[in-house]
């Protein structure tokens, strides 16, 4: 089980009509194998049919009112960008639709640190501590962490323990016992 498979079984359960991907770097990797009736991506760096090719700030700035069925968060990694992603798309989220973040369970230091780090590991960067902070839902322990946002709840940066530290802070779930 792997994101894509996680937001496609949300759509089909949720009936959801339309999704927006932030930060898509490829669009054979995920955003293509979305099924859902209207879709569009958001990559700073990325030209390509069907995304706009902006920051995710410039994108909230022009179209902050738009709702959507299920957002899929998954562009800047630092602190700032992830957590003023997650506040824009919880303003813009469907009643019944779903926010979904990326690379919510970092293995060590240097997956969850705030810059990545020369080395080639793969980088989760400082989400873990936006979903820490700011989330109440659960993380799905595959692909990184693929965590499903049920509510935003503000609580204070000092309990923002990470998650090789801690992980029993964390509402983790095994792949096999999740289901939409
Ligand atoms: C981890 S990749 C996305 C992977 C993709 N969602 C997937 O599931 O295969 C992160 C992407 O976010 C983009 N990105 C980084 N910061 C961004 C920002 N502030 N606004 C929009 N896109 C951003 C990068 O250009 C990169 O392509």
Redesign the pocket.
Known sequence: MN??DIINELIEARELKSYL??????KA???DKIKCGRKL??????EAVGIKT??????WEQNGKRSWGLI?L?????YE?AKA?LLAAARVVQKKGVIVM??CLPKNEAEGAPFRRPGGSPWCGQVWRVWAECVDGVIVDCDHGVGIVQDICPVSAELAVPPWKDRNLYEIIKPEDWHA
């Open positions: 994101r894509t991907e932030i930060g898509v770097r490829n990797d995920n955003f991506g958001v990559d700073v760096k990325l902006m920051s995710s700030a410039e994108f899929f998954d562009g800047g990694h630092d960008t992603d990326h690379d």
